[in-house]
Structures are given as structure tokens and as C-alpha cells.
């Protein structure tokens, strides 16, 4: 599709020559979306679109209240964006008994996230060291995490600190954090981050969301998981990957980015939730519900998820693969 032709279903509310389209993008979706099978709605970009030429295939009505299955295209147009209209619903239907299986099923299986996450890294009552895991955690794996925080522990004079990382050249930093995702740049940000906290917060790591994302490469994941595991403080929920596809994929929310997943599940999942979601989810995304092939035969919650049926025969041809 070039840049003036757009693909969307029309919500019939036709003003003279201008038509209100919803650009479908890789998304199909109803208009008026389904409550079930998107909760935000702010995921569908909205256009005042000036109709030049038009061509119109004509599908299925739906229960007479707005049209649905017509499919215009434009050419020649040209759009101006209307509105971001954001929306959130109530809970999901049946929410408590997906969490409630999920969990239930952790409780039986072991995850890297069980004895190597992040909050488990740290020596009690070192946040530094919690928020050094954090940092390093991102685009990286739980194992080569840990061994990351192990070297630095046994390799810094004086162990792993605010002190020993200022006094320890970034070049033996990048080294110790070697097979760590984008180690050069967090071995700077490390640096930099352990200055700002001897300098501006008198030894310790900042005791809020905001002053926690000023330090460079903390993101919001890691400012809400560090202030639940370091300060005990619970703030929101820490989205990663992991609470992203799987929340995704069980229709919780419909979301393109983890700060839209945060905001969606912070507006219906009671606040009482929100420091366990992560690590419950986290284990079950490296066990079970993975990427790309979840093991939806597996699945505790495959009666009530949405997504099962997409990933059938994937899980069968990645198990396949395993046992040849
Ligand atoms: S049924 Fe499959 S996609 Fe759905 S939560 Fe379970 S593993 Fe994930």
C-alpha cells in the first residue's frame, strides 16, 4: 500500500465528501471494537480521510448497528490524524481463574527467574546491587545475568558497590559484563549511575519512579520492579517481554509495547497483584507460554486463552523438533 492509499472498515459516519476511516494496519479489527477482543482502543490509529477515488467491496453486514465488513480503499487522499483515543474496560472475563491456574502451576514447575532474577541477585540489603541486575537484565538472559553480578562481586575491590564500580575502570566493567547484552553501553551507564547516586542521593539508588528513569538506561520496566524489590514500595507493574506477550496472547489487553500493556493491566488488576505478575509471568513465559513457540498442549490455562488454538500446530512441530 503506498503512502496515500489506506485499507480500513468504515464506522459509516459519513460527513459530505469525508469518511471516518480506522487504518487496519497488521491488526484486523472490528468497528466498534470488541470488548473481548481489544480492551484499548487506542491501538487503532483513527483518520479524517478526503475521498478522491474510491473502490468498495461490499462483505457481510453485521446485526444492523454499524457496518462492519466493508472494506474502502482510498487513493489520493489525504489524512489528518483525528484523535489517540484511549479506552479502558473492566477485567477480563474469567481473569481470577487464569491467574489463579497460572499460578498453581508455578508453584510446580522451576524457572531461571526462580533462582536468578533479578530481585534474587542482590545481596540483602543492597539496592545498588539490585538496580546494577536491573540494568543489566535487559535484552539479556537470567543465567548470563547472574554470571554477570558473580563477576563483578569477585572481580571489583571490595565487591560489587557505589565505591568499587566508580574506582574501577569502565574497560574492566565492559569485561566482567562481557556476554551481557549491549555491555559496553551499560558498563557506561553502570559508571555513570553509581556517580549520580553518591553524589545526589548520599550513597543510595533514588527512592522514586521518576528519579530512577533519570539515570540513563533505566527504563519504566526496571524502575517499578526496583522499587518493589529494593524499596518495598509498589508503585505499577513491571512489564517486560515476557507480561507483555503473554497478556497479549490471553486477550487481557491489546496492546503494541510494554508501557501500553503497564497502563491496560494497571486498570483493571488489583493493586494487590502487581508486584507478583512479573515473576509469575516471567517463569511461565521461559517454561511454558514461550516465544515464539508456546507449549500450549502444556497449558494450564489453554481452556480459557484466546491464543491456543493459533498456536496448536507450532507446539507440536517445536516439541517435534525437540525429541528428534
Ligand atoms: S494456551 Fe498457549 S498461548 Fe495461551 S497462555 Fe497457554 S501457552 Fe500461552
Request: aromatic letters at 6%; one cysteine or more; a positive charge.
Amino acid at each position: 500500500m503506498s503512502n496515500n492509499e489506506y485499507q480500513g472498515r468504515i464506522t459509516r459516519k459519513r460527513a459530505r465528501e469525508h469518511i471516518k476511516i480506522e487504518i487496519e494496519e497488521k491488526i484486523k479489527v472490528s468497528s466498534p471494537v470488541s470488548l473481548n477482543e481489544a480492551r484499548i482502543k487506542d491501538e487503532v490509529d483513527a483518520y479524517e480521510v478526503s475521498l478522491d477515488t474510491k473502490e468498495t467491496t461490499i462483505g457481510s453486514e453485521s446485526n444492523g448497528e454499524t457496518v462492519i465488513d466493508e472494506t474502502v480503499k482510498v487513493s489520493g487522499a489525504k489524512k489528518t490524524r483525528i484523535k489517540k483515543e484511549v479506552k479502558f474496560e473492566g477485567p477480563p472475563v474469567n481473569w481470577e481463574q487464569v491467574y489463579q491456574s497460572i499460578k498453581e502451576y508455578r508453584l510446580g514447575i522451576n524457572a531461571p527467574v526462580d533462582t536468578m532474577g533479578c530481585e534474587r541477585l542482590a545481596e540483602q540489603t543492597s539496592r545498588f546491587q539490585t538496580l546494577v541486575a536491573l540494568m543489566l537484565s535487559s535484552q539479556t538472559k537470567d543465567q548470563i545475568t547472574a554470571e554477570a553480578i558473580n563477576n563483578l562481586r569477585q572481580k571489583l575491590p571490595g565487591g560489587l558497590n557505589i565505591q568499587s564500580i566508580i574506582d574501577t575502570d569502565e574497560l574492566i566493567l565492559d569485561e566482567c559484563i562481557s556476554k551481557v547484552g549491549f555491555h559496553k553501553q551499560k558498563a557506561k551507564w553502570i559508571k555513570q549511575a553509581a556517580v549520580t547516586c553518591k553524589e545526589e542521593y548520599n550513597g543510595d539508588i533514588p527512592n522514586d519512579i521518576k528519579n530512577l528513569m533519570n539515570l540513563k538506561g533505566v527504563g519504566p520496566k526496571m524502575a517499578y520492579l526496583c522499587m518493589q524489590c529494593a524499596w518495598n514500595i509498589n508503585q505499577g507493574i513491571g512489564v517486560d517481554v515476557h507480561v507483555h506477550r503473554i497478556t497479549n496472547r490471553l486477550g487481557w489487553c491489546k496492546t503494541k509495547e510494554p508501557e501500553a500493556t503497564r497502563k491496560a493491566l494497571e486498570s483493571w488488576l488489583p493493586k494487590e497483584f502487581w508486584s507478583e505478575i512479573n515473576y509469575l509471568l516471567v517463569g511461565f513465559g521461559q517454561t511454558t507460554c514461550k516465544s515464539p513457540y508456546p507449549r500450549c498442549a502444556d497449558c494450564p490455562v489453554k481452556g480459557y486463552c484466546p491464543s491456543a488454538n493459533t498456536f496448536r500446530q507450532t507446539s507440536k512441530a517445536s516439541s517435534n523438533r525437540k525429541r528428534k
